[in-house]
């Protein structure tokens, strides 16, 4: 069974940056693509950014060029580094595994930007 908990969130102001850890547990890691997820307050959750068991990422528009998304195997970690941060980018943010056989979500981690 994986379970994930996301940590790093908090208040930061507009054009700064923050990193988003999320770690993973079980043996089913190496094998899952993730993504980084966001819901803001009335707005529905969307897709900030993926990595594949591979290693291959995609990102939002909206997000494309200040967002990284990085996964570390042996660690069973995953990573956002967020940078030039937009008060929009305010959002709950949530990782997700998702392997043959599974969908697993964290709980989240606030993030709020400050204009």
């Known amino acids: 069974q994986v379970q994930l908990v996301e940590s790093g969130g908090g208040l930061v102001q507009a054009g700064g940056s923050l990193r988003l850890s999320c770690a993973a547990s079980?043996?089913?890691?190496?094998?899952?693509?993730m993504g980084w997820h966001r819901q803001a307050p009335g707005k529905q959750r969307e897709l900030v950014a993926a990595i594949t068991s591979g290693g291959s990422t995609n990102y939002a528009d909206s997000v494309k060029g200040r967002f990284t998304i990085s996964r570390d195997n042996a660690k069973k970690m995953v990573y956002l580094q967020m940078n030039s941060l937009k008060s929009e980018d305010t959002a709950v943010y949530s990782c997700?595994?998702?392997?043959?056989?599974?969908?697993?979500w964290g709980k989240g981690t606030l993030v709020t930007v400050s204009s």
């Open positions: 079980g043996t089913m890691f190496r094998l899952a693509d």
């Open positions: 997700r595994a998702l392997w043959l056989g599974g969908d697993i």
